[in-house]
């Protein structure tokens, strides 16, 4: 019987619960509480950021990475995507920022964050969203809570576009919700779901996280509601070793040419058939600064979402990919042949 993507995914388990103790004991903080900057000594991150027009909410984003309470070494990279608005000038004028990749032409989230991978330098790569910003312990956390084995998932709390006097949007004050984050509260007006298939009665509200087990029951190929173990991999904030993704190839590019969303999902997939657990951080919460049109983006993205779940489940009838590195980097030396690459 041929190994596809879908039967690899069903042998695989999610139980973490031992990698979680392990990491209790050693360092002394409870898995989901905030990390004492110490801890991640001698323990670097490289923060990949894809940007497309987010002139809007980088520099909110940057100014919240400057302050990151952390010991360990944090390198900066800002991947623009042929931005037309003044996100490339946003990033190269923050100090916060290492280095700066401008692509000539629109290649997608996914080409955007294998570039940024590719000149990456940790083990450990933090894959953030261009509006996302970060309470100042976040990198700590996963920093001191890497493993080479697991795939660490933060979550967002999407705050509608407040303007400061630059137009710009300010991040609301206090802390981040948990429970605002789709796979924590998530709510269905009932019918056939879009991603499994299944259909519900009438409207249901669940929580994917709580009620899985902080994802360990989504083991074995499982699913629960409309979701499953790779659909809770999200790139607004999640964390994976630099050496798994360059092994199953890193993001599929052609989910750019498709439409919108799905590669962080298919990712996810190629890492935890290739022996990654999913992890979540419930303390790793950030701010998700919506752009002024937020309802028009949405309703863009969303119109082309089936095209990319179609690709999606193409790719899960397919091999798992492993031993890919040598054509990531020959794929990622093209793309970074025709950017500009400016470093500090």
């Not at 619960?17 to 509480?33: D, I, K, M, N, Y």
């Not at 952390?70 to 990279?77: F, K, L, R």
């Not at 981040?176 to 509260?185: F, Q, Y």
């Not at 009838?317 to 025709?338: I, K, Q, T, V, W």
């Amino acid at each position: 019987m041929t190994t596809t993507l879908a039967t690899a995914l069903a042998t695989q388990p999610n139980d973490h619960s031992a990698l979680r103790a392990q990491f209790e004991a050693q360092a002394g903080v409870a898995w989901h509480a905030p990390t004492p900057a110490a801890l991640a000594a001698g323990r670097a991150v490289s923060v990949v950021i894809p940007a497309r027009n987010t002139a809007h909410a980088l520099g909110a984003v940057l100014d919240a990475l400057a302050l990151q309470d952390t010991a360990g070494a944090v390198e900066i990279i800002v991947v623009d995507d042929a931005s037309t608005d003044a996100t490339a000038e946003i990033a190269t004028g923050h100090p916060a920022v290492d280095t700066l990749v401008r692509l000539p032409e629109q290649s997608g989230a996914a080409a955007a964050r294998n570039a940024g991978t590719s000149l990456a330098d940790a083990d450990t790569i933090v894959y953030l969203d261009a509006d996302m910003v970060l309470a100042p312990h976040v990198l700590a956390d996963i920093a001191a809570r890497a493993h080479p084995d697991a795939v660490l998932v933060g979550f967002r709390h999407n705050a509608p576009y407040q303007p400061g006097p630059d137009g710009r949007a300010l991040a609301p004050e206090g802390l981040a919700e948990l429970s605002a984050d789709h796979r924590v509260t998530w709510r269905s007006q009932g019918g056939e779901q879009l991603y499994t298939g299944i259909v519900l009665d009438g409207p249901t509200t669940g929580s994917p996280l709580n009620d899985t087990d902080d994802f360990q029951k989504l083991g074995h190929g499982a699913t629960h509601l409309d979701w499953d173990l790779p659909r809770v991999v999200v790139t607004a904030l999640m964390a994976a070793p630099r050496a798994k993704v360059l092994d199953v190839g890193g993001f599929d590019e052609v989910f750019g040419h498709v439409g919108w969303g799905m590669e962080d999902t298919h990712l996810g997939a190629a890492l935890i058939a290739a022996g990654c657990l999913v992890v979540p951080l419930r303390q790793c919460v950030g701010f998700h600064l919506d752009p002024p049109d937020a309802d028009a983006q949405w309703q863009t993205k969303l119109a082309s979402w089936p095209s990319t779940l179609s690709y999606y489940r193409r790719l899960l009838d397919a091999a798992p990919p492993r031993g890919r590195s040598a054509a990531f980097h020959e794929s990622a030396s093209r793309l970074l042949a025709a950017a500009e690459v400016s470093s500090r």
